[in-house]
């Protein structure tokens, strides 16, 4: 199985700044499967991210995904109201399709 | 607009079997993969199986001794049936369509299932 390991566990900012979230990969995955999904309190959750890099429908562009091998990257650019939420990364390529553990995104 | 509309019992007895159905519409069922995850709470995401195109199931290895997975394509209903829960099965359980390239757009509503004596 593929883990996925995400950091920090939590990252306290404010409305404006930059995000950077992280997350590493216990193995190679092709970038073609990773993503980047948002989760809100009694939500399910929400893709923003697909293929490493391409933001889904509906997504604002201040939300960008790079990365490959076994280390990969959201950022935020400029972080809205709106954007505090958990943020988990996933592989979707080799079953047990894993996630990471999240990263809480809290106003500071 | 594909929407996925789940429900089933949220309250379950130690050594129960879980039934969750998730029904699809709004779209086709053909093609794309079919997905259960579930969520314990304040924990991430578990991916427990998949019903695929090829009218397959995949299960979580974890799981899989457990866990029975199916598509009834008449009723466009996805279903899920887990044997023997414990406390530790206690979660919200989503059903989810994975595209082609296997990301997931559409989600269920999740459901909340307790397990308790």
């Known amino acids: 199985e593929i883990v996925l390991t995400q950091s920090p566990g939590t990252l306290s900012l404010s409305p404006g700044e930059r995000a950077t979230l992280s997350c590493r990969a216990s193995e190679s995955v092709s970038s073609r499967y990773f993503g980047w999904y948002q989760q809100k309190p009694g939500q399910a959750p929400r893709l923003l991210i697909y293929?490493?890099?391409y933001r889904a429908t509906d997504i604002p562009d201040r939300f960008s995904g790079s990365g490959s091998g076994t280390d990969f990257t959201l950022t935020i650019s400029r972080l809205e109201p709106e954007d505090f939420a958990v943020y988990y990364c996933?592989?979707?390529?080799?079953?047990?399709?894993?996630f990471g553990q999240g990263t809480k995104l809290e106003i500071k | 607009q594909l929407q996925l509309q789940q429900w089933g019992a949220g309250l379950l007895k130690p050594s129960e079997t879980l039934s969750l159905t998730c029904a699809v519409s709004?779209?086709?069922?053909?093609?794309?993969?079919w997905r259960w995850f579930r969520q314990a709470p304040g924990k991430g995401l578990e991916w427990i199986g998949e019903f695929n195109h090829n009218g397959g199931a995949n299960y979580n290895p974890s799981l899989e001794s457990r866990v029975t997975i199916s598509l009834d394509t008449s009723k466009k209903h996805l279903s899920l049936k887990m044997t023997s829960v414990t406390a530790a099965d206690a979660a919200v359980y989503y059903c989810?369509?994975?595209?082609?390239?296997?990301?997931?757009?559409?989600w269920g509503q999740g459901t909340l299932v307790t397990v308790s004596s």
């Open positions: 989810a369509r994975a595209s082609p390239g296997g990301w997931l757009i559409y």
């Open positions: 709004g779209g086709s069922l053909s093609g794309d993969y």
């Open positions: 293929g490493s890099s």
């Open positions: 996933q592989q979707y390529g080799f079953p047990p399709y894993s």
